[in-house]
């Protein structure tokens, strides 16, 4: 009774961890949504600005305001680039004003920027710099869903694995191979293939680039080489506890900082590698 109490203490530990980790991803990484809010007339009007659009079509931006006295302006131009802006009006759609940016290429980015006017009154949305919106293709739900299940799972995995082995429980050596069997099919398999669907690039790491996404995986997946590799015969926690710490700074890494990215000038995405004989070998293994 006592050690099933302590294995489920282990758990509840390791999924508090993995917890945290997703809410502090959702928080700082550079795509998701940004919250932000204004205050017009004394009502506060609490929006999120998108900084992700996968597909073919335009960004739609919406902002909910009933008041049909505001106006808006939406000004945007190619990042990084000292282009001049563009600016258009928003339309009013009932109690909505809405704008459109102009698709892009993938890995290709806006930098924008939006305010509300009403009567002679001017409502900047951002204080200082504009918002940065990176878009993408769209990648089937057949490969995101399963990359993004298997990730955290996996981190799941790598704190229990590296909380038992803290303790020196006896099953850790188990849970460090299950984390790295789901780290290797999450990160080094699914992984290009969302990289592929969304940039057309299968792996944008070292030895061809720099993305950080790509690259940190790498370090996460080799650590854990070692660490398996290094108890397979022999109880070694002290390798499990440090591939666990390799993980977990790896998922303090915002998710898609120093990501793939077009250069405007050239049309050729200069934070990536993008290679045929990959995109045909993806091809012929996945055909969506």
Not at 106 to 114: F, I, Q
Not at 199 to 214: C, I, K, M, Q, R
Not at 253 to 260: K, L, N, Q, T, V
Request: aromatic share 14%.
């Amino acid at each position: 009774m006592k050690h099933a109490m302590r294995s489920f203490l282990f758990v509840v530990v390791a999924a508090l961890i993995t917890f945290g980790a997703i809410v502090y991803q959702r928080a700082t990484g550079p795509t998701y949504p940004k919250k932000v809010e204004i205050t017009i007339d004394g009502q506060v009007y609490p929006f999120k600005l998108i900084r992700s659009h996968g597909g073919n079509s335009d960004c739609r931006l919406e902002f909910e305001i009933p008041n049909t006295e505001v106006t808006g302006k939406l000004t945007f131009r190619k990042f990084p680039t000292n282009e001049e802006w563009t600016t258009v009006e928003l339309e009013r759609q009932y109690n909505k004003l809405v704008g459109f940016l102009p698709h892009q290429p993938p890995a290709g980015k806006l930098e924008y920027r939006v305010e509300f006017q009403k009567g002679s009154a001017t409502y900047h949305l951002h204080e200082s710099q504009a918002t940065v919106i990176r878009f993408k293709g769209d990648v089937p739900a057949a490969v995101l869903i399963p990359h993004v299940i298997l990730m955290f799972v996996a981190m799941f995995l790598s704190n229990l694995a590296g909380v038992m082995a803290l303790f020196k429980h006896r099953r850790f050596r188990l849970f460090a191979r299950l984390t790295l069997a789901l780290l290797f099919l999450g990160g080094m398999v699914m992984g290009p293939w969302v990289q592929w669907y969304a940039f057309g690039e299968a792996w944008a790491g070292v030895p061809f680039a720099w993305d950080l996404t790509d690259n940190k995986t790498l370090v996460a997946f080799i650590f854990w080489v070692i660490a398996v590799w290094s108890n397979r015969k022999k109880e070694r926690p002290a390798w499990v506890i440090v591939a666990f710490l390799v993980m977990l700074a790896v998922y303090s890494i915002p998710h898609s900082m120093y990501g793939s990215q077009l250069d405007p000038e050239s049309g050729k995405i200069i934070q990536g590698w993008i290679q045929l004989p990959a995109h045909r070998f993806l091809t012929l293994l996945l055909p969506l």
